[in-house]
């Protein structure tokens, strides 16, 4: 291509597929009016909005074509895909609309949903779990995870699937935090005029906050015993001082104790 052109320029005819029509152009002997052709053809193409393709995936139960075929058909250059995964190509200017959109028609099929029914304890889950945890198992809407995967992305993904209540309970989170990582790291408070409410900092920086538990539990966890604390915990928000901060209530905890 026997122009001078930047090499960001370069790129953006390459990727846009220019290079052959503006070879065609430039065999033009009036140079000046090639040029001026040229210039024209990629003011042209930088005019047009910039499109995006995007991917989604979704748990049991959503069905993401349906939820996209609910949107303005305007909003999509093309869609498609299966319930769980599915994909689609728009104007980067309609992804804001798309995003709403989406949110608003995937939680309306919340309703259809069964999540109290079940709990998701992950095939590959290797930690042995005490015998006094076992009962837990036949717990419904319960995920079990590692205090590792505890994190503020997590808790946004669950809390955008509220609101919760009765009849569409959040999920509790089970984990578990071993005496070491409490008495050296875990920055263990206890509160309250009672005495009986504590805090902890988990590994993810995320704040565990648990309400009126067992004095002989408190008494543990500031000793230097060996144990696990096992926690059912939800994620919630505090806000205060006009500041909202992600954090976990414990609603159930036991204590093993080696």
């Known amino acids: ?51 995006a393709t995007g991917s989604l995936r979704a748990p049991e139960g959503y069905h993401l074509p349906l939820a996209m075929k609910g949107l303005d058909g305007e909003v999509f250059q093309k869609f498609g895909g299966h ?19 989406l949110l608003e028609e995937i939680l309306s099929q919340k309703k259809d949903l ?36 505890l994190n503020e992305e997590l808790l946004n993904q669950i809390l955008a699937l509220g609101p919760f209540g009765q009849d569409f309970p959040s999920p509790g989170l089970v984990f578990h935090i071993n005496s070491d990582y409490i008495q050296e790291y875990g920055n263990l408070k206890v509160i309250g005029s ?3 409410h504590i805090k902890l900092t988990l590994t993810t920086k995320l704040t565990l906050t648990c309400f009126f538990v067992d004095l002989k539990i408190i008494k543990t966890l500031q000793s230097d015993s060996q144990y696990q604390l096992w926690v059912v915990a939800e994620p919630s928000q505090n806000t205060w001082n006009g500041s909202t901060k992600l954090e976990l ?9 080696f």
């Open 194 to 196: 009672s005495q009986n």
């Open 1 to 51: 291509m026997p122009l001078d052109l930047s090499p960001e320029l370069q790129e953006f005819i390459a990727q846009t597929g220019l290079e052959q029509i503006i070879d065609q152009l430039l065999l033009n002997d009036n140079k000046v009016q090639a040029h001026q052709e040229v210039l024209t053809l990629i003011k042209s193409k930088l005019d047009e909005p910039a499109t």
């Open 249 to 257: 209530i414990g609603n159930k905890i036991e204590l093993v104790i």
């Open 114 to 149: 069964n999540l109290v029914q079940s709990s998701f304890l992950p095939s590959n889950y290797q930690l042995e779990i005490p015998t006094i945890i076992k009962p837990w198992t036949a717990l419904k809407n319960l995920i079990w995870l590692s205090q590792e995967d």
């Open 83 to 101: 319930p769980g995964a599915a994909g689609f190509t728009a104007l980067e200017t309609n992804l804001l609309r798309i995003k709403n959109g």
